[in-house]
């Protein structure tokens, strides 16, 4: 049995580095200093974001040298530069997809299954989270445990993974009963929100869509309760608010209801389009829901995830405009996500955003 390295901060974040580089950039690989800087401290697909200097990475990269978890070997071409090779992935004998996992919680703390799939796309292709679930419990069952699972916050849904190669920072939770200014989203002005929102969602569209467009078929519930919408319409027209990628209106659609996605981002819209020709979708506000053309209301009307966005305070007037439009009889379905907490986003699918 192989014992477990104890590593630092630092030691975590240069191997980590380390670990994801030798994929991502090969060409580049092994790092030289500057590039091994560079990769500890970039600000996105880190948490924390630190400020290393180069002194403490070539002292941490000299110390993981000594412990045999790194090799410091020589350019081959050009000057004779310094550059940095990690063997912990030999040291602890991981698998393509073990290798992936760790790398990205060394570099991101603790994160849920949902979560690491995304996230490793680039280093490991999951084919859906049944099978990182079952890498992080192979993990967790060696002889010397490499992660073990954290108990659920409360308002969390899912449980989240932790490595156990050293100390990890944890976030640190709200005391109960504490306040939680969740209009802040609107701090700035509702017109401000709302243009970070579309810049953020135009941003990612495309990456969204690759990741998340075929996530109804891990979702039996949905899929159950959407065909359950479908059944209800009984042809009527049924519009999906906030439709994104519009893979949740193609759903329906297939299914036989008469259906229409708007989203406020245009490149969602586009998106789409794209990938689900001959369905309609257009550009819309939510909040400005007008009845279908071809009937007195909506049979059903979908809000995926579509006020996550919204402070507490304008909730009322939201739920109401996607009500007012709602035939006799008819259906307003809304996902929404658990918990009190306001989390801000700034990188999402390997790309800069402002979300809140």
């Known amino acids: 049995m192989t014992d477990l390295p104890v590593l630092g901060p630092d030691e975590q974040r240069v191997l980590g580095s380390l670990l994801e580089k030798q994929v991502t950039v090969p060409a580049s690989y092994p790092l030289t200093g500057n590039a091994l800087r560079a990769a500890c401290n970039q600000s996105s697909s880190r948490d924390p974001v630190v400020d290393l200097d180069q002194e403490t990475v070539e002292r941490t990269a000299r110390e993981l040298k000594q412990r045999g978890l790194l090799r410091i070997v020589w350019a081959d071409t050009g ?3 310094l550059k940095y090779h990690q063997v912990l992935d030999e040291h602890l004998g991981l698998e393509a997809d073990e290798r992936a996992v760790l790398t990205v919680l060394l570099l991101r703390g603790p994160q849920a299954p949902g979560e690491l799939r995304t996230r490793t796309d680039r280093l490991h292709a999951f084919p859906d989270r049944s099978d990182v679930e079952a890498c992080l419990r192979r993990m967790a069952e060696r002889p010397a445990p490499l992660v073990r699972e954290l108990e659920r916050r409360p308002g969390q849904q899912d449980h989240r993974w932790v490595h156990l ?10 005391a109960p009963g504490e306040a939680v200014d969740r209009d802040a989203v609107i701090a700035g002005g509702a017109e401000r929100r709302d243009a970070q929102v579309r810049a953020s969602y135009d941003a990612v569209a ?6 998340l467009a075929d996530e109804l078929r891990d979702l039996p519930f949905e899929r159950w309760l959407l065909d359950r919408v479908v059944e209800h319409a009984a042809g009527q027209p049924v519009v999906e608010v906030g439709c994104g990628p519009g893979h949740v209106t193609a759903y ?3 299914g036989g209801a008469d259906a229409l996605g708007i989203d406020l981002s245009p490149a969602m819209v586009e998106e789409a389009r794209r990938r689900f020709p001959g369905r309609r979708f257009e550009v819309g506000d939510l909040r400005r ?7 007195h209301g909506w049979a059903a009307v979908l809000g995926w995830y579509s006020l996550i966005h919204l402070a507490p305070s304008e909730w009322p007037d939201a739920v109401a405009a996607l009500a007012r439009p709602v035939a006799a009889g008819g259906w307003l379905v809304l996902a929404l996500h658990a918990g ?17």
């Open 79 to 81: 000057r004779r530069t």
């Open 252 to 254: 329906v659609a297939d």
């Open 289 to 295: 829901l007008t009845r279908p053309a071809t009937s």
């Open 340 to 356: 009190a907490e306001v989390r801000h986003v700034d990188e999402w699918f390997d790309h800069e955003v402002d979300l809140d």
């Open 206 to 211: 495309s990456s969204y869509a690759d990741h």
């Open 165 to 174: 190669l050293g100390p990890v920072p944890q976030q640190p939770e709200a």
